[in-house]
């Protein structure tokens, strides 16, 4: 059944960018040491079992989360994705569809009888969309087509626009009895119960403008990066390595950290550090902004430059109003900018600073160069010590 | 010796930091960034304000880029100056100001007149209150303000009709000949109703850059679908115009001009386009720029109508650059009052 809800009404599409992943899944061997203990599957009908299953098998949440399985009345499946490099989650379910519907059945046994069930999917996909419409078995299962705007698979904003309920302030998903679980988790869902197979792999998406092409590979957890990268014949050097997307990933230094589970992107960046002479009168047919000031408003199609560089000098705040237009949560980002630079945290509180998500739009739309995310963070751990 | 140092300094590193590029790099996440800056920002408004320059050029000929020559030479030398002073870095911030500024002047004017105004507007206007940025006011209308209260018999009845001929006013120096009154003027003593035509395409007598409507409405156009402008206080200013003046003129049609010519002569479409929409002096917060559009809206039509003033843009926006802290104090009141009683309940 396809479900209408209305996509987030700010945020911010990307658009095509350079060197983003594509093509299919790579496999990298599995070192021979590495020894899997399969285990006998299991009976997807039976709820306690699959519960100790799922739960052996260190399949999150249900590891991880502070509620029930019991007490769960909704079930979000993310497939969206919107940030720049990240994995596509339409390559993972194409490619593995009998196995995704079976593993959210899995998932739906394992939970309450009454859980409602949602996949929240980019509405691009339409082919995966009519697919599993089309399948009468998974009547029970509601499709959600969602518009690619970051960030609309944030857990807070996914679960506010397919519930189309709020959550109170300074709350999180389980206070509407809501657990929420990607694409990944459902197959590893598949495999705990189906196959007896433990989390052991992870999928993650390899791209960014320092690569001549993205790619998709799946890794044994635990793979220190820099091994990956050697397998991929990617050299690394001079280049920004980030755990995570380009808009909160964290920067990698030392390339011998492991992927872990949660890991689903590594981005490769160009750093730039070079001065452009008329940088300001460039027609910028590859350049992505959230005003209209550059000709890729006009061709979308083109794919977008993605660099390090500020692109610009700090200088005092004009109050163009973007990072309020471009804000997910309706702040006043500027404002709150504006009461921390001035060190007055009583009134900023009067203005739902804890709301905030960490998107780190603001950050990103911001023409005078204001770290405006991070003050805003700031001010909250301030406002949480009082 | 060491003062010339530091003033060569400050306009070589602006100049360096002008033509190129930043080599600054993102620290932490976002590790991109928009390529948006204040300096195409400001340099888009030029753009847009550009063929309104062209005009004025066409229509009282070569002595109105001397004009804008003269305003940007003191103007940027004077934000120069201040810059040195108060040992930050010259910004582009003078840009606009200095070619808003000629292009609401009237095209005989004498060009010291032009200095003194763009000096003044440029220090009280701006630098008194901490540059770029951190203006009440905007500095263009402060100029411009300043020389019309201390200058009166330059700046009113110093109107002349655009010159004639294909060429225009790109083969004469300036324009010459009769002054002839404004067609606000003209509504005002003698209830006349220039044809529409003329109000459009600028064959009208009236300041340099106010005449073309044509040419203003694009480049307004191009700001607001660039982003540039926010959409909400030019087309909320205009609108109230328009329907005030449709009632009004409906029931006083002596007082008020009907709706058409009110938006169509005087400054309106110049200044609700490029002045009004400054961000820096106009309020802050998306619901004030409704509210003081409407009121912008409100004021040119009673000034025009009801006082002695034929015009009354320039007031109503130095007014409204008045009340916008009000506005937005106001409107953060109320937003905050909501949130509270919402925290409330949710907790």
């Given at each position: 059944m396809i479900l209408k809800r209305r996509s987030l009404k700010n945020g911010y599409k990307f658009g095509k960018m350079?060197?983003?992943?594509?093509?299919?899944?790579?496999?990298?061997?599995?070192?021979?040491?590495?020894?899997?203990?399969?285990?006998?599957?299991?009976?997807?009908?039976?709820?306690?079992?699959?519960?100790?299953?799922?739960?052996?098998?260190?399949?999150?949440?249900?590891?991880?989360?502070?509620?029930?399985?019991?007490?769960?009345?909704?079930?979000?499946?993310?497939?969206?994705?919107t940030e720049p490099y990240c994995l596509t989650n339409n390559i993972i379910i194409s490619e593995n569809l009998e196995r995704f519907l079976i593993g959210i059945e899995i998932l739906k046994n394992s939970l309450n009888?009454?859980?409602?069930?949602?996949?929240?999917?980019?509405?691009?996909?339409?082919?995966?969309?009519?697919?599993?419409?089309?399948?009468?078995?998974?009547?029970?299962?509601?499709?959600?087509?969602?518009?690619?705007?970051?960030?609309?698979?944030?857990?807070?904003?996914?679960?506010?626009?397919?519930?189309?309920?709020?959550?109170?302030?300074?709350?999180?998903?389980?206070?509407?009895?809501?657990?929420?679980?990607?694409?990944?988790?459902?197959?590893?869902?598949?495999?705990?119960?189906?196959?007896?197979?433990?989390?052991?792999?992870?999928?993650?998406?390899?791209?960014?403008?320092?690569?001549?092409?993205?790619?998709?590979?799946?890794?044994?957890?635990?793979?220190?990066i820099n091994h990956i990268l050697a397998e991929l014949n990617i050299n690394a050097d001079g280049k920004r390595v980030i755990i995570g997307g380009v808009m909160t990933g964290t920067q990698c230094d030392d390339l011998s950290t492991p992927i872990d589970r949660t890991t689903n992107t590594i981005t490769i960046l160009k750093e730039n550090r070079n001065r452009e002479?008329?940088?300001?009168?460039?027609?910028?047919?590859?350049?992505?902004?959230?005003?209209?000031?550059?000709?890729?408003?006009?061709?979308?199609?083109?794919?977008?430059?993605?660099?390090?560089?500020?692109?610009?000098?700090?200088?005092?705040?004009?109050?163009?109003?973007?990072?309020?237009?471009?804000?997910?949560?309706?702040?006043?980002?500027?404002?709150?900018?504006?009461?921390?630079?001035?060190?007055?945290?009583?009134?900023?509180?009067?203005?739902k600073p804890l709301s905030c998500i960490d998107c780190n739009l603001c950050t990103y739309v911001c023409p005078s160069k204001i770290p405006v995310a991070s003050n805003i963070k700031d001010l909250k751990e301030k406002i949480k010590e009082l | 010796m060491h003062a010339l140092k530091r003033f060569l300094k400050t306009a070589s590193d602006a100049i360096d930091k002008f033509l190129f590029g930043s080599p600054d790099v993102t620290i932490g996440s976002p590790h991109i960034r928009d390529y948006m800056n204040l300096k195409r920002y400001?340099?888009?408004?030029?753009?847009?304000?550009?063929?309104?320059?062209?005009?004025?050029?066409?229509?009282?000929?070569?002595?109105?880029?001397?004009?804008?020559?003269?305003?940007?030479?003191?103007?940027?030398?004077t934000e120069w100056i201040f810059a040195t002073i108060r040992k930050e870095e010259l910004t582009e911030g003078a840009f606009v100001t200095c070619l808003i500024y000629p292009m609401i002047l009237p095209p005989n004017i004498p060009l010291w007149i032009v200095a003194v105004g763009i000096v003044f507007g440029t220090i009280f206007g701006k630098e008194v209150f901490g540059?770029?940025?951190?203006?009440?006011?905007?500095?263009?209308?402060?100029?411009?303000?300043?020389?019309?209260?201390?200058?009166?018999?330059?700046?009113?009845?110093?109107?002349?009709?655009?010159?004639?001929?294909?060429?225009?006013g790109f083969s004469a120096y300036s324009v010459d000949g009769i002054t002839s009154a404004t067609p606000l003027t003209n509504f005002k003593s003698e209830g006349i109703i220039e044809?529409?035509?003329?109000?459009?395409?600028?064959?009208?007598?009236?300041?340099?850059?106010?005449?073309?409507?044509?040419?203003?409405?694009?480049?307004?156009?191009?700001?607001?679908?660039?982003?540039?402008?926010?959409?909400?206080?030019?087309?909320?200013y205009l609108g109230t115009v328009a329907l005030l003046s449709y009632i009004l003129s409906s029931i006083f049609p002596n007082k008020f001009a009907p709706p058409l010519f009110q938006l169509l002569s005087g400054g309106l479409m110049f200044g609700a386009m490029f002045m009004a929409t400054d961000p820096v002096s106009g309020p802050m917060t998306l619901q004030g720029k409704w509210i003081c559009g409407i009121l912008l809206g409100i004021l040119t039509v009673i000034i025009r109508g009801l006082s002695g003033y034929v015009e009354g843009v320039m007031f109503s926006i130095i007014l409204m650059n008045i009340f916008a802290p009000l506005i937005d104090n106001a409107v953060l009141a109320f937003i905050a009052s909501k949130n509270r009683k919402n925290v409330i309940r949710d907790e």
């Open positions: 350079i060197g983003s992943p594509c093509g299919q899944i790579h496999k990298l061997e599995i070192p021979k040491e590495v020894i899997i203990s399969l285990k006998q599957g299991s009976d997807i009908n039976n709820k306690s079992q699959i519960n100790k299953n799922l739960f052996e098998s260190g399949v999150s949440p249900y590891n991880t989360s502070s509620i029930q399985p019991d007490e769960v009345k909704n079930l979000i499946i993310n497939a969206v994705h009888d009454n859980v409602n069930v949602y996949l929240a999917i980019n509405q691009d996909d339409k082919q995966i969309i009519r697919q599993i419409n089309d399948k009468s078995k998974y009547k029970w299962l509601n499709i959600c087509p969602l518009k690619a705007k970051y960030p609309q698979n944030h857990e807070i904003i996914l679960t506010e626009t397919i519930l189309r309920e709020k959550i109170p302030y300074n709350g999180t998903i389980f206070d509407l009895k809501t657990v929420i679980v990607d694409v990944q988790d459902v197959l590893h869902a598949y495999e705990a119960i189906i196959d007896g197979k433990p989390v052991l792999e992870r999928i993650i998406a390899i791209g960014g403008s320092g690569l001549e092409k993205g790619v998709f590979v799946k890794v044994l957890i635990g793979t220190p002479f008329l940088f300001f009168l460039r027609a910028g047919i590859k350049r992505g902004s959230f005003s209209n000031a550059f000709l890729s408003s006009l061709f979308p199609m083109i794919e977008r430059n993605a660099d390090t560089n500020l692109n610009g000098e700090m200088r005092s705040c004009i109050y163009c109003n973007y990072c309020e237009e471009v804000c997910p949560v309706g702040l006043m980002p500027y404002l709150l900018n504006k009461f921390i630079t001035h060190d007055l945290i009583d009134e900023a509180i009067n203005y | 400001m340099i888009l408004v030029i753009i847009a304000v550009a063929p309104t320059v062209i005009a004025s050029i066409y229509h009282f000929g070569w002595r109105a880029l001397l004009i804008v020559i003269i305003s940007y030479l003191f103007g940027v030398t540059g770029t940025g951190k203006n009440i006011f905007n500095p263009a209308l402060v100029g411009r303000l300043f020389i019309a209260i201390a200058f009166p018999s330059f700046m009113s009845g110093q109107w002349y009709q655009p010159i004639e001929g294909t060429l225009g044809a529409y035509r003329n109000l459009f395409l600028g064959k009208i007598g009236g300041c340099l850059g106010e005449t073309s409507k044509i040419l203003i409405l694009l480049g307004g156009f191009f700001l607001i679908i660039t982003k540039i402008s926010n959409w909400r206080i030019p087309v909320v």
